[in-house]
């Protein structure tokens, strides 16, 4: 049984004439008639009902004509689910990102994806960068959200966004009254910091900005999330610098002030491997790029 057979027959019991159906089929007669008669023959059964004046199904023709539509609608659509997956507008992707770009960049980029890629589907790994990439390293994921990327020869980088840190105060605290910080505002200032392991990207960048200025903050905790970070600034624990993204947790009690003498900002990466020949990586890929 062949499908090119059970669309031959399809089309002769909906006509009802194997005239009409041959020039629907696109094709003589004759071999119509003759690949209705080879279906027959492999089923051992008459579908038809054939006189010089009309063409009948029979019961079992019946039958069959409603598993042979749903066959050929089957075919159909793995046809056409593979063609999807050729195109990478179907199939799988795992993805890491930080819990930062979780905030706000990560549901926007997946909300677009649903729109534009909706035959996607997404497992979600949230971990810190260095994760990241041994999960690549590993296969475990297909694209990463990095912070930092070192220089890594099996890996195609590509920065998608940078973001400025501002400092988060509670609301009430003096250095609240103003609209920017000075680096030096924060000497001596009981201050919230990333912990060297956990928060490692955000603790370089600031510890760094606090050597090059000669600042001493009285570091209170150490914390590997921004959540936690900024909740403990709302508790009155201390000030902290946070990325802009984290304006996005509505913390109330909070105030976020840019820094008035320092460019600092935290840059996103978006990291795959070289050699992953997922079909849906290319199309995730553009939509990224493609992301504002």
Partial sequence: MELHQ???FV???????FGRAATRMYMTQPPLSRQVQLLERGLGIQLLERSNRSVKLTAAGQGFLRDARHILAFSDQAADGARRLARGEAGSLTLGFTAVSAYQMIPQLLARAA?????????LKEMVSTAQLQALSAHRIDVGFVRQMNDRDALDAQLISREPLLVAVPQGHPLAAKDAIAVRDLDQQPFVMYAPDEGRYFYDCIAG???MTGVTPRYVY???QTHTVVSMVKAGLGVAIVPSSATQLHSDHLVFRPLRDADLYAELYMVSRQDNDNPALPAFKGLVQGFD
């Fill in 6 to 8: 059970l669309r031959c």
């Fill in 11 to 17: 089309a002769v019991a909906e006509e009802l004439h």
């Fill in 115 to 123: 729109e534009e890629l909706p035959g996607l589907q997404f497992s």
């Fill in 209 to 211: 900005l606090f050597a």
């Fill in 222 to 224: 150490h914390l590997g």
